[in-house]
């Protein structure tokens, strides 16, 4: 074969001169990388884009009370909607908690899936101010029509006590009221679309990374963008809960919608202030342009190492200062998406530019399509994974509604507000996490992080799937005690905090896997893509909610008999929701043994050598690096 690859080499452009620092791993600043006229996976409208931010000052933390300040109040709104909307939707709307449970998880799947739209419609066309401009008025319109179906009489049924919502004898929602309440929604997911991708990516915009400042800033960001959004979680799963459990659903539901009007009026008031970036072309179309030419070259036999490397298309990085690129070298792992950057004669014009950039790649994009090759059954496993966390807004909650809620005499607490113990966990473990733990692991296994992020994520899987096995155990004894004690209103004689232990399951396994899998996805997508990176996490929600609604309905259809009713029917006292537990812990267990088998085979992006090696060998030895 070697032999045939030589007498063909003449088939390959050998004057396309070899870059020295095609195996550079670190990362590159704006300042360092040199001018080019080839553009690697973005618009001709880059040099524009450095021009600009030479022209204007970053905005910096002038510009953080604007930008967090609208996150903030776009936060508050959205979920001080979706806390308590499974209550909403049993207790006013009258649905059964199947019908209610799968609304909740297709649109908590719409909501998560439209954020990757709304990336590339920002990146791609429109900016990132103009897409949360927009998206901005989107949430804010779809929060009037969702708060407007409980001050309205006509948008929703008529009241009812909860003994008659007990016996099944209220007056269901109309099909107009399900149409105006699904409308409200929709438009809200619209805007989730555009705020979601954009409002990180866009804070960062306001800082220079070329500087020390910068840079500081950035990370600051980070944490002060995360502190927010917990801040944020708290407030809507205690106050604002509170309000539409024990006071009004008219005030719960408007206390949000004039929050997402302030974060309107807090975000143009510093529009003056903001760094603009321009669209600078979809990432979409450079992974297009790889697969497109490595299909037009797939019967071109690859060069052999006496070859070199020279025959391979490698132009210097061409970035911007609003991101940091780093180079990665070429690899043999899908060596087929080599061929796309074999420069043949005439593909390259004298200045170094491609001459057609469907049929010539650069090393860099190939590479940069191996990492979503590499990354994608990672992240079709955490899909999976995240099913059991889709129980906490909807059968959790049906629970808790059955248990007693009460601490004291008079305080009973809302059930929507018990995820709080899922986030006081997170509050509490991380911190301890970072500071106590990883140092201590760091000494035995001399990795940075303590444990690799596969690790991590793998151990979040085993906490949801016993989490699960918990829930099951505490529903056993629940629905046993409410049997035994039988009541009106079908409440079984035991505390509500009964749930604490999977909530706190729950919390731990959102401690290791979600925070393990942002982390992972923002170091192992290509630098420029990781917009996409947070876009396509929010679509492992949106399947994991997608997952969800087809496991309920299928089981509410399949284990209906004549002699007795289905697992997840609405009296949670005839039904069989620990067995329902039990599945999706059975679920989480045979998806733990895929991530294990595909975390082993996995290749950390810029990891792996150019020589071709046995795979057993790569990945011993990737092992022993991680």
Request: hydrophobic content about 45%; some cysteine; overall charge positive.
């Amino acid at each position: 074969m070697r032999s045939s690859e030589d007498n063909k080499g003449s088939k390959y452009s050998s004057s396309f001169p070899y870059w020295s620092f095609l195996c550079c791993k670190s990362s590159i600043s704006s300042s360092e990388i040199e001018p080019t006229h080839e553009n690697n996976m973005m618009s001709n409208e880059s040099s524009e884009l450095s021009h600009a931010n030479e022209k204007k000052k970053p905005g910096g933390w002038k510009a953080m009370p604007f930008i967090l300040g609208n996150e903030s109040f776009e936060r508050l709104a959205a979920f001080g909607l979706f806390a308590n909307f499974m209550v909403y939707l049993t207790r006013e709307f009258h649905m059964e908690q199947v019908y209610a449970s799968n609304i909740l998880n297709i649109w908590g799947g719409v909501t998560n899936f439209f954020p990757l739209i709304g990336a590339f419609i920002s990146d791609a066309y429109v900016g990132r101010f103009r897409t949360i401009a927009y998206a901005s008025f989107a949430s804010f319109l779809g929060m009037m029509v969702v708060t407007l179906t409980a001050w309205l009489p006509k948008l929703h049924p008529p009241a009812c006590t909860q003994e008659q919502l007990a016996l099944n004898q209220c007056v269901r929602a109309s099909p107009s009221n399900i149409g105006v309440l699904i409308l409200g929604l929709t438009v809200m997911s619209l805007g989730s679309a555009g705020i979601r991708p954009c409002s990180i990516p866009f804070g960062v915009d306001q800082f220079d990374p070329s500087t020390d400042e910068g840079r500081k800033g950035i990370n600051s960001f980070f944490n002060w963008y995360y502190t927010t959004f917990t801040i944020v979680l708290v407030i809507t799963q205690t106050v604002v809960v509170y309000i539409q459990d024990e006071v009004s659903w008219k005030i719960g539901f408007a206390i949000p919608t004039i929050c997402m009007l302030c974060s309107i009026i807090l975000f143009f008031v510093g529009t003056r202030i903001y760094v603009h970036v321009k669209p600078g072309g979809s990432v979409f179309s450079g992974i297009a342009q790889v697969l497109v030419a490595a299909y037009k070259k797939r019967k071109i036999e690859l060069p052999s190492e006496k070859q070199g490397l020279g025959i391979y298309y490698d132009p210097p990085l061409d970035g911007t200062a609003n991101y940091v690129l780093s180079k990665l070298p070429l690899t043999n792992q899908f060596r087929g998406l080599n061929k796309a950057a074999i420069i043949m004669e005439g593909e390259v014009k004298e200045d170094g530019s491609r001459v057609n950039h469907w049929r010539l790649a650069s090393i860099q994009q190939v590479e940069e399509v191996k990492c979503l090759a590499r990354i994608f059954p990672i992240w079709a496993a955490g899909i999976l994974s995240l099913v059991s966390m889709a129980q906490q807004g909807t059968f959790t909650i049906s629970q808790a509604l059955k248990m007693d809620r009460h601490l004291g005499p008079k305080f009973q607490i809302p059930a929507g507000s018990l995820s709080v113990i899922s986030l006081l966990t997170i509050g509490f473990w991380v911190p301890f996490y970072d500071r106590v733990m990883v140092p201590s692991l760091r000494k035995v296994t001399k990795h940075e992080g303590g444990i690799t992020l596969l690790q991590r994520i793998g151990i979040g899987m085993v906490f949801s799937v016993l989490s699960m096995v918990v829930a099951g155990l505490v529903e056993r004894v629940r629905r046993n005690a409410a049997n035994s004690n039988p009541n009106p209103l079908g409440i079984a004689p035991m505390s509500v905090l009964w749930l604490a232990p999977q909530l706190i399951l729950m919390g731990l396994c959102e401690a290791f896997n979600i925070i393990g899998q942002i982390e992972f996805f923002n170091r192992q997508f290509p630098d420029h893509m990781r917009s996409v990176a947070n876009a396509l996490f929010s679509c492992s929600f949106a399947a994991a909610s997608y997952v969800s609604s087809i496991l309920v309905t299928t089981v509410h259809s399949v284990t209906r008999t004549h002699n007795h009713p289905d697992w997840l029917t609405n009296d949670l006292n005839a039904g069989r929701l620990d067995y329902f537990y039990y599945l999706i812990a059975v679920i989480g267990g045979l998806n733990l043994v895929y991530f294990v088998f595909v975390a082993q085979r996995y290749r950390y992006k810029g990891s792996v050598d150019l020589q071709e090696k046995d795979q057993d060998v790569e990945i011993a030895s990737h092992n022993t690096k991680d």
